[in-house]
């Protein structure tokens, strides 16, 4: 392969995996504090797609004032869900609340194509339509947008867990939900922190990653998805393992399609997502096994 | 010391990782006797049950379960051995009526599988009947007998401990482990516990028991034995051991629980 | 061949079952309902076995839909391209979905709560994709069709009527079945799993050996539903396979009452009439009803809207009791 092909597909890969980073971190933020699997995680990002995307061209709003409307929209979402699906229950067993979270997904999912728009539809470009060359590659200046917002969110989060009180109480709560109620700290308020953060970061993917390519309401399922499988790759814990996961699947994903393997052509990209999904679970399963074996 | 060894273990060692819960314990457990193990908290007690029971895989030694090794048998084929245990925080089947959890407890002793159950085949209707007439002769053992439609999880702490007592001795067991029975239990219910822990002793099989509550174990102990980080310091009977310098050392050094 | 039964009151209610089932597919009764009733007889097969699966023994499954579509899958090919007789290809689907349950089984339960569901999303997502490919292969586009009609001998099941009694003959052996081994030593097992899996070892259940028996189980049940579905449809693409269907299946399971079985004919039907009833009044706004149906019956009804209204009926019950009246 060509150096300047190379390139692409690695820019390629890294740009749509920065998109799973994003909903990874989504998934690992509520998992790390609830324990629970979110599966309306995807449609957060199609909100911050579509949700713009009404505001700019049926609300008359100007670009950057709807973009974060847009976002505060999608945590606003996040925070209905919780308190209205996710806290209610009480002793709601793991299948429950799987169920819930779908059944909320599905409700999401058809009110934005009812109330919002069934089309598929493209934000204009951040920063103009003109490639930008790099390294003999031509890369679409929205590609750096949302690569760049990835690490900003990225930071800006760890930085937000490890300095700020609020951040700290959550990662407390994920550590030791216990002991961090003996010492004060809220675990429903935490909750609820984490439901809107995941889902303000999910409306910032949707939000930076409209303008590159065309979204409708069913785009959520499968970004939740390839989000789900970055999360796993990181072990559900960890933010920064979720964002690592989230770049390698969109790698691997990127060369499986360029090197035209078998099953895997564009058509199948998504299958992928599934294999690495199957083959990280076989890996923890076997790890369960060796556990056992060794004690 | 008469009677034969049911239980005997050699060089029995436990690590975690670099931390070594039990450390090449020599034990012998007699036969029909009521032997008590205490000692200090993470003194190793616990994983001396899981051992033995096979929860946890041993790291070092050997277990001999009435003359034979023990080591590699499942846990789940231990029930049919005849070693069962109950827990302290008692696991009760919470989706059963009472009388249903005893009934679990005679699945070792009984046999017919899938087939049998799906075509309510004659053999599994036999062996439901002697299940349910088992199932009821241990539930009135413990006392429990006239709750037997009840939820299990409707009764109080420490009639749940007789459940699982009452679910345990339903395996027919030679060796029965009860871990920590008298905890949360009230002055007139650990009577009664010592009393029903006696007459399992009348029924022939063996006792051994991890207690932290000291009346009750001098009280019904024939034999206790003393751990401290994971190793046997002494061993005796009840007297000898309330006089035992060692074993007051490792009491008073530990910390006010 | 069954096993004894709560109380008269349930041996009553079965043959009220009894009577209204067989009575039904007649014009002057619900005879115009008589293909929906077949469909819900096949989903009621798979549902039991997930009722099974889930409910009695505590586990999950996200990806039921790819037993079922295995079923209905081996059974079109191997009777169409293949040529074989209906029947063997059905006894072929069922031993073959089993064996694959059997196999992906042991390392698949050893993963527990969130990451078994995703585990088996996966694999129904995965399944759902080699039945696409499927279709390129043996059919057209988008499916396999000319699937034959099951008969036997001359008799061939080439009518609603005859398909009805059919599959809910089948539908039936599958509860009665189903019944017996929730009630004997087998069922306590799995419950037992559910509710302690240490306390279960340590009284001499083979943990692993059970959930793997009773996910087979529950697959050659959801197989022989794919393989009557084929046959009564004479057509399978990928579409009710996908991971949708699966989540309906979960939904039918929970409605009937994870932990019954009977429930799962009411869990089945009124799900299945539920999605369809709203496709045609609502359109599109059926996926927004029915998320909100899903999510208040969960916070609502967690133990299944059948097993609440059993428990209610059984209340009434014990009230006339306690008055001395015998019902």
């Known amino acids: 392969m060509a150096s300047e092909q190379f390139v692409q597909y690695l820019i390629s890969g890294i740009t749509s995996g920065s998109i799973y980073a994003l909903v990874g971190l989504g998934f690992t933020i509520i998992y790390a504090v609830t324990k629970i699997i979110n599966f309306a995680q995807g449609e957060f990002v199609m909100l911050g797609g579509l949700v713009s995307f009404t ?3 049926r609300a008359g709003i100007p670009l950057v004032p709807a973009l974060i409307l847009a976002i505060l929209i999608a945590a606003a979402v996040g925070a209905a869900m919780y308190l209205l699906a996710i806290r209610p229950p009480k002793k709601a067993s793991v299948v429950s609340l799987i169920i819930i979270t779908i059944g909320v997904a599905m409700f999401v999912r058809g009110i934005a194509g009812q109330v919002l728009t069934k089309e598929f539809i493209r934000l204009p470009s951040f920063s103009g339509e003109k490639s930008i060359s790099f390294l003999g590659a031509s890369i679409d200046p929205q590609a750096l947008w949302i690569i760049g917002t ?36 809220n675990p429903k308020t935490m909750a609820l922190i984490a439901f809107v953060l995941a889902a303000a970061i999910g409306g910032i993917g949707g939000v930076v990653f409209a303008p590159l390519t065309l979204m409708s309401y069913q785009g959520g399922v499968m970004l939740g998805l390839k989000g789900f499988v970055a999360a796993a790759i990181g072990g559900f814990k960890s933010p920064v393992a979720a964002v690592i996961g989230g770049l390698l699947l969109g790698i691997i994903e990127s060369f499986a399609v360029a090197a035209n393997w078998g099953p895997f052509t564009s058509a199948y990209k998504d299958a992928i997502a599934l294999v690495v999904l199957l083959l990280i679970l076989l890996i923890r399963s076997g790890k369960l096994a060796e556990e056992e074996r060794a004690g | 010391m008469n009677g034969s060894v049911i239980l005997e273990t050699k060089g029995l060692t436990k690590a975690f990782g670099g931390l070594v819960a039990l450390d090449k314990v020599d034990l012998s457990i007699e036969t029909s006797k009521i032997t008590a193990v205490i000692g200090p908290n993470g003194a190793g007690k616990t994983t001396l049950f899981n051992l033995i029971t096979g929860v946890y895989p041993v790291s070092g030694g050997e277990i001999y379960f009435q003359g034979a090794l023990l080591n590699k048998v499942p846990p789940h084929k231990r029930a049919s051995l005849g070693i069962v245990r109950t827990f302290q925080h008692v696991y009760l089947f919470g989706n059963m009526t009472v009388l249903e959890n005893v009934m679990s407890g005679q699945h070792p002793r009984s046999s017919y599988g899938f087939l049998e159950a799906a075509l309510s085949l004659p053999k599994a209707r036999r062996e439901e009947e002697a299940i349910s007439l088992n199932a009821i002769k241990y539930l009135n053992l413990v006392g429990l007998g006239t709750y037997a439609e009840h939820d299990a999880l409707s009764l109080p702490l420490g009639q749940q401990k007789l459940l699982a007592i009452a679910r345990a001795l339903a395996t ?12 949360g239990l009230n002055t007139l219910e650990k009577r009664q516990l010592s009393d029903l822990i006696r007459s399992i002793k009348e029924m022939e099989i063996t006792v051994l028991l991890v207690e932290h509550d000291m009346p009750l174990v001098m009280g019904i ?20 051991i309330q006089k035992n310098p060692k074993v007051i050392a490792a009491y008073l050094g530990e910390e006010v629980e | 061949m069954i096993a004894r039964l709560k109380s008269n009151w349930s041996y009553l209610a079965i043959a009220t079952l009894f009577a209204f089932l067989i009575l039904a597919p007649f014009d002057w009764f619900l005879g115009q309902y008589t293909t929906l009733m077949i469909v819900i007889g096949i989903y009621t097969i798979v549902t039991v076995g997930l009722c099974l699966l889930m409910g009695y023994t505590g586990q999950v499954s996200l990806g039921q839909a790819a037993f079922f579509g295995m079923g209905a899958y081996i059974s079109a090919i191997l009777s169409t391209t293949y040529g074989f007789n209906p029947w063997l290809a059905m006894l072929v689907a069922a031993v073959a979905t089993g064996a694959f349950a059997y196999i992906i089984g042991y390392p698949i339960f050893r993963l527990k709560g969130n990451y078994l569901a995703m585990a088996t999303l996966g694999l129904g997502l995965i399944m759902w994709i ?30 609603s009527f005859r398909r009805y009694f059919l599959v809910w003959f089948f539908c039936l052996a599958v509860l009665l079945i189903s019944q017996n081994i929730v009630r004997s030593r087998t069922g306590r097992a799995l419950r037992a799993i559910h509710g302690s899996e240490a306390a279960a070892e ?14 087979v189980l529950s697959a050659v049940y959801a197989s022989l539903a794919g393989s009557l579905f084929a046959h009564h449809l004479r057509y399978v693409g990928a579409q009710p396979f996908d991971f949708m269907a699966s989540v309906k299946l979960v939904v039918m399971a929970v409605i009937g009452g994870l932990a019954s079985v009977w429930g799962a004919i009411f869990g089945a039907g009124a799900t299945h009439v539920l999605s369809d009833e709203l496709l045609l009044r609502f359109g599109d706004w059926d996926v927004i009803i029915y998320g909100l149906i899903l999510v208040l019956v969960m916070i609502f009804m967690p133990e299944g809207l059948f097993v609440r209204l059993k428990d209610i009926l059984e209340r009434l019950r014990l009230r006339y009791r306690r008055r001395g009246v015998e019902p």
């Open chain 1, 150 to 185: 990835m690490v900003m969110v990225t930071i800006i989060l760890h930085l937000f867990l490890t300095y700020t009180m609020v951040g700290k109480a959550l990662k407390a709560c994920a550590i030791n939900p216990v002991a961090s109620s003996l010492v004060g700290i």
């Open chain 3, 202 to 215: 340590s009284i001499g259940i083979n943990v692993d050996q059970f959930k793997v028996k009773i996910l």
């Open chain 2, 172 to 183: 027919e067991p030679r060796l029965i482990l009860l871990d920590e029975p008298g905890a």
């Open chain 1, 55 to 57: 505001l700019i061209y």
């Open chain 2, 221 to 240: 102990a024939e034999w206790v034995i003393v751990l401290d980080s994971g190793q046997k310091i002494a061993e005796g009977t009840a007297a000898q």
């Open chain 3, 130 to 159: 080699v039945f696409k490919q499927l279709n390129q292969f043996f059919g057209e586009p988008d499916g396999i069709s000319g699937i034959p009609y099951l008969s036997i001998g001359g008799f061939v099941f080439n009518t």
